[in-house]
């Protein structure tokens, strides 16, 4: 059985990243993205990211073979405690615990930060296609999501039109009074040492 490891993205797993991210591209339509990012471009979001959020490579025997990420669910001041969720694993790695254990990570870390709520933007059709299927959904339903909101036809790829929905979770206590949001920088430093890359 392969060795699982859960830690924070770094720079270098940016080709690794492009890779996994390539095919939901170019063969699905579980993003929306006509294009597949270049290495650069993933490493740049990714220190985007992690300058407030979460970035986390999911390891099989030392290779990164999946990767989830937060980032803000909207611009608004107001929105601070609500995160928008992404996940991508290896084609071969799916159905073997990756998916669940990158959202464990997640949750805990995000928690830690004061996040209340988790959001994730899925495309959807009602029957299922040779681009997209209905895994993102029954995945994140069985990690305690559930539907929210339905925008119809508002992507077009392959020469179609799909839909989107969003589904939530709530992690947190929502409180009268909530506490501040830690950024994850800030939060980095008071990991242990098991979450970063190149420790064992």
């Not at 990570?105 to 830690?112: C, F, I, K, P």
């Not at 929502?174 to 939060?187: C, M, Y």
């Amino acid at each position: 059985m392969e060795e699982l490891k859960i830690r924070i993205a770094a720079p270098e797993d940016a080709e690794a990243i492009a890779e996994i991210y390539r095919p939901y591209v170019e063969e699905t339509a579980v993003s929306f993205e006509y294009t597949a990012p270049p290495a650069e471009e993933m490493r740049s979001r990714m220190l985007r990211t992690l300058e407030n959020y979460p970035y986390l490579v999911a390891e099989l025997s030392g290779r990164a073979a999946g990767y989830a990420y937060a980032g803000a669910f909207l611009p608004r001041p107001a929105y601070a405690w609500s995160v928008e969720l992404s996940i991508y694993l290896e084609r071969g790695a799916r159905r073997a615990g990756l998916g669940r254990a990158l959202y464990g990570a997640m949750e805990g870390l995000l928690r830690a930060m004061n996040i209340q709520n988790l959001n994730a933007c899925i495309a959807w059709l009602d029957e299922e296609d040779e681009y997209l299927t209905h895994d993102s959904v029954r995945f994140h339903e069985r990690m305690g999501f559930k539907t929210a909101a339905r925008f119809e036809s508002c992507g077009w790829k392959f020469g179609r039109w799909y839909d989107m929905i969003w589904m939530e979770k709530h992690i947190g206590p929502h409180r009268p009074q909530p506490g501040p949001v830690i950024p994850f920088s800030r939060l980095r430093a008071e990991l242990p040492a098991a979450f970063e890359p190149g420790t064992r």
